[in-house]
């Protein structure tokens, strides 16, 4: 039958084969940056299927990551990872979700390989061999407030003055060590109008 985006029942292609619990396991125990009931777990990975489904990915990606550092069953942590193939690079016009800076520095690990939308100041341009680096000084676009200072990394070409008004959209990273430091791996950039 003809796919419709609004018809009940609808499915992304290649997700209705996916059964998350096809055998039963219980949850690790242990130390878990997230603890999750059996419950819990079983709605937050059907919860990604949902979003999945509504190609709300953004959300799916957040979600994921809550299980992938949860004390979920390594059975399911492995086809939660493979739901992340089903995850595509977003544009400006296709992004539905967006997350706040001050929300994703509360919890750099849960936003991880999330995308994001943010507006403020470039400071501290590099040009490299293979990208261009600066420092974006987020939420400082109208020079009032400071939320924040993200490293960002673009990996084209982009003709980029100090200090000038930039919104990014970019991917979230973190520091090679592990740790909650974060920086975005720019997919694209809008210079505003000062």
């Given at each position: ?49 949902d979003l999945l489904n509504q190609y709300r ?8 990551n809550r299980l992938l550092h949860s004390n ?16 595509r690079e977003p544009s400006f016009a296709t ?100």
């Open positions: 039958r003809p796919w419709n985006l609004l018809s009940p029942g609808y499915t992304r292609p290649g997700l209705e084969s996916i059964n998350l619990f096809a055998e039963e396991s219980a949850p690790n125990q242990g130390e878990w940056r997230y603890t999750m009931s059996e419950d819990e777990l079983r709605n937050s990975a059907e919860g990604v299927l990915d953004n959300l799916a990606r957040r979600e994921i979920a069953p390594e059975e399911l942590k492995e086809k939660i990872r493979f739901l992340i193939s089903y995850i992004l539905k979700d967006n997350f706040a800076y001050r929300e994703v520095v509360s919890d750099p690990i849960l936003y991880e390989s999330c995308y994001v939308i943010w507006r403020g100041r470039a400071a501290n341009i590099e040009i490299q061999d293979e990208a261009v680096v600066f420092d974006l000084l987020v939420g400082y676009e109208d020079e009032t407030v400071l939320e924040g200072i993200v490293p960002v990394r673009c990996g084209f070409a982009v003709d980029l003055e100090e200090n000038r008004k930039v919104e990014v959209l970019g991917q979230i990273t973190r520091t090679q060590d592990g740790g909650t430091a974060l920086s975005l791996e720019a997919i694209s950039l809008h210079q505003l109008v000062e």
